[in-house]
């Protein structure tokens, strides 16, 4: 029902770094434990990062760990996702939305719609070797 926008990607090379950023009209983010996802064509969606709504706890696939960084700005409303030393796997359109846990030690899944947010149209994040 709110659509959210992603936006930030683009082209580096390997061992570069990007900044993306999601935000949404109408509703506010902080108010839910958001997370970031990354799709390649003919592969299904995968869990990249996620923070709970008071911003205390923050996950991230093993992946990822190290050097992706999530954070919030409730000023502005919007989510960032800090990407440093970027490899040729994180290529992938990246997608925000929201993100809980099928249990309590469950993986980390987006909300099953109908949900809070419509998928956005994702930011493209390429990594040239």
């Known amino acids: 029902q709110v659509k959210l926008v992603e936006s930030g990607g683009g082209l580096v090379q390997a061992g570069g770094s990007l900044t993306l950023s999601c935000t949404a009209s109408?509703?506010?983010?902080?108010?839910?434990?958001m997370g970031w996802f990354r799709q390649t064509p003919g592969e299904e969606r995968e869990f990249v990062a996620a923070?709970?709504?008071?911003?205390?706890?923050?996950y991230y696939a093993d992946s990822v760990k190290g050097r992706f960084t999530m954070s919030r700005d409730d000023a502005k409303n919007t989510l960032s996702l800090q990407m440093n030393n970027l490899k040729p796997e994180d290529t992938a359109v990246y997608y925000c939305?929201?993100?809980?846990?099928?249990?309590?030690?469950?993986?980390?899944?987006?909300?099953?719609?109908?949900?809070?947010?419509?998928w956005g149209q994702g930011t493209q994040v390429t990594v040239s070797s």
């Open positions: 923070m709970s709504h008071t911003g205390r706890n923050t």
């Open positions: 939305n929201e993100a809980h846990k099928e249990s309590v030690d469950g993986p980390i899944v987006p909300q099953s719609p109908p949900g809070n947010f419509d």
């Open positions: 109408g509703r506010t983010l902080s108010h839910y434990s």
